[in-house]
């Protein structure tokens, strides 16, 4: 499982309700227009899954386009100051990945 960072450049109601089809526990947010999400995907399956890019060959489980601009970033390393919610979260999907 990776961990990828969502950063998006506006609020967006459709963003938040494809990420909100991810299971709770996979899901952080970090900060308003940011979150945290552990899947077994790329950083562009993961893009699509999101509704941020349109797939190259659309299936049935394709979600609405989202309306604001976003990147998805896939996590290697990470290191900084955060709340201890982020760090454990952190920590316990890394050691699945």
Request: a negative charge.
């Amino acid at each position: 499982m990776a961990v990828f960072l969502i950063s998006a450049k506006n609020d967006d109601a459709q963003l938040e309700a494809n990420i909100a089809t991810f299971p709770k526990e996979d899901v952080l947010l970090l900060d308003k227009k940011q979150w945290l999400i552990a899947a077994d995907a790329t950083a562009r399956q993961l893009s699509e899954r999101l509704g941020i890019t349109v797939a190259s060959s659309p299936s049935s489980e394709s979600v609405p386009p989202v309306k604001t601009s976003a990147a998805v970033f896939s996590i290697g390393n990470y290191y900084g100051r955060h709340s201890s919610e982020v760090w454990e979260w952190l920590k316990l999907k890394m050691e699945k990945a």
